[in-house]
């Protein structure tokens, strides 16, 4: 796999993963910490890739994806 296109992957397991993250929200699950945690795990990775490039875009997805890490480890704590 070519750096962009490890890039590609990971932004879209991280899109996943915040979706499955608002589905447990809206749900209340019992299971949300262990979401939350793969969310965590998932946009730190996403944000780690994206700050390789000077795209503007990967720029903004990886501010956005560490803006969440640090949403979902407050959410985390507060559980």
Same mark, same amino acid.
């Given at each position: @796999?070519?750096? @962009?296109?490890?890039?590609? +992957?990971?932004?879209? @397991?991280?899109? $996943?993963?915040?979706?499955?993250?608002?589905?447990?929200? +809206? *749900? %209340?699950?019992?299971? =949300? +910490?262990?979401? =939350?945690?793969?969310? *965590?795990?998932?946009? +730190?990775?996403? #944000?780690?890739?994206?700050?390789?490039? %000077?795209?503007?875009?990967? $720029?903004?997805?990886? $501010? #956005?994806?560490?803006?969440?890490?640090?949403?979902?480890?407050? =959410?985390?704590?507060? =559980?």
């Amino acid at each position: @796999m070519t750096g @962009m296109e490890v890039c590609v +992957k990971n932004c879209e @397991m991280c899109i $996943q993963a915040c979706k499955n993250c608002i589905v447990a929200c +809206k *749900i %209340d699950s019992p299971d =949300l +910490k262990g979401i =939350l945690e793969e969310c *965590i795990s998932a946009c +730190k990775n996403c #944000a780690e890739e994206c700050e390789k490039y %000077d795209h503007d875009h990967c $720029q903004v997805c990886a $501010q #956005a994806c560490s803006e969440c890490v640090e949403v979902c480890e407050d =959410l985390v704590e507060s =559980l």
